[in-house]
Structure formats: C-alpha cells, structure tokens
C-alpha cells in the first residue's frame, strides 16, 4: 500500500500569501496520478487537482500542483478567505486508494 | 444537478451489522463506478470501497475486507453498503462518492454525498 505523508501538518498563513503543501509518497506514483481535495468544515471534501496538476472544473488558477514519483506539491497564490481549510493528497495509481493526513491551512 | 445521498447510518453494537444506501441522482448512474469513503471523527479520509460501473467489480481497503460488501442496483440508482462484524474502528462519517470517469473509471472523486454517521459502541 502506498502511504502518503503530507506536510506540515499545520500552515499558519494570512490572506494574500502563497500557501505550499507538500505530498510525498513511500513509493513512486505511477503517471501521476495524484489527486487534492479541499475540505472545510462540516463539508465534504471537494476536488482541486487530478494527474498531480489539472485542476478541476470550476477550480481558480491561484490553485496550482505538481511534482512527479514521490514528490508532490500544491500551490495557493494570494489565499482568499475561502481557502482556509484542510488540503488531502490522494494517490490513484496503485489500489488500495489512499489519502494523505491532511494539511491545515489556518489564518494568522 | 448530481446529487448524491447517503443513508442507514446509526449506533450499532460491536460485532453488529448496518446495511447504508445511497441514492444518486443527475447523471447516468450505471455509466460510472462508484465507491465508499469514510472519515472518523477528527481524523483524514479512507477509502473503503469501490465498485465498477457495469460489470460489478468490486475492492476494498484491507481493514474492511471479508467485512463489508459492496454493490449497487442500476435499476434504481442506488449504491450500497454492507457492513459486518462492525468493531469500534469502523466509527466514522461514510460519504458515496462518484468516480469521475465513466465506463473504465479512474478512481478518484468529484462529486461526494454529504455522509451518514456510523457509530459503533456497546
């Protein structure tokens, strides 16, 4: 199973600055196929990312990923208030699916 | 407008069995795969299970294995899950969630049900 690793846990962060979360795998990711979701509290997860940086439908271009085999990041430019939220990885490439810890990005 | 709904959640017994539905709607529903995510309270997502479109091919994370079962009925749009031998652990919010690709799938999600709670506790 590949275990994902996500850090840091916790992004203390103030609107307007870039946010960097980072996802990394305990084996390569084949074709990454790496996916990010948002959650917000009380909320279902939403999804932001897929093939490590395609964003999805309706997704804003501050939103940006990448990174390939192990090593995966995800980019908030300029944080808006909606962006505060926990941020999780998901790795597709390799059953069983599995999902990152989680990143919180918070506000300072 | 896809929806999907989730149902049959509550407080079981360790060692009982819960069945959870949910009900789609707003898309094809028999044209994509579909699969269970669950969320413990406070903690990160899990995937559980997934079942294709057509054909009924199912996985499962190992911790459910031999446990849950899932399945679905095209006819009335719905998804299911199975749960047995419920221990503590399984305690947590299931969410449906729908595979974006149609036909093969691709295993990852964009359209995710709100959750039914699973509450195991003597």
């Known amino acids: 199973e590949i275990v994902l690793t996500q850090s840091p846990g916790t992004l203390s962060l103030s609107p307007g600055e870039s946010a960097t979360l980072s996802c990394r795998a305990s084996q390569s990711v084949t074709s990454r196929y790496l996916a990010w979701y948002q959650q917000k509290p009380g909320q279902a997860p939403r999804l932001l990312m897929y093939v490590a940086s395609n964003r999805a439908s309706g997704i804003p271009d501050r939103f940006s990923g990448s990174g390939s085999g192990t090593d995966f990041t995800l980019t908030i430019s300029r944080l808006e208030p909606e962006d505060f939220a926990v941020y999780y990885c998901?790795?597709?490439?390799?059953?069983?699916?599995?999902f990152g810890q989680g990143t919180k990005v918070e506000i300072k | 407008e896809v929806q999907l709904v989730e149902s049959g959640g509550g407080l079981v017994q360790p060692g009982g069995s819960l069945r959870l539905s949910c009900a789609a709607s707003g898309f094809t529903f028999d044209d994509y795969a579909m699969h269970w995510v669950r969320q413990a309270p406070g903690k990160g997502l899990e995937w559980v299970s997934g079942?294709?479109?057509?054909?009924?091919?199912?996985a499962y994370a190992g911790s459910v294995k031999g446990r849950f079962t899932i399945s679905r009925d095209n006819a009335k749009n719905s998804l299911y899950l199975q749960m047995n031998s419920l221990r503590a652990e399984d305690t947590a919010l299931y969410y449906c969630a729908k595979d974006i690709c149609s036909y093969t799938g691709c295993d990852f999600f964009d359209y995710w049900g709100q959750g039914t709670l699973v509450t195991v506790s003597s």
């Open positions: 079942i294709s479109w057509k054909t009924g091919n199912t």
């Open positions: 998901q790795q597709y490439s390799s059953s069983p699916w599995t």
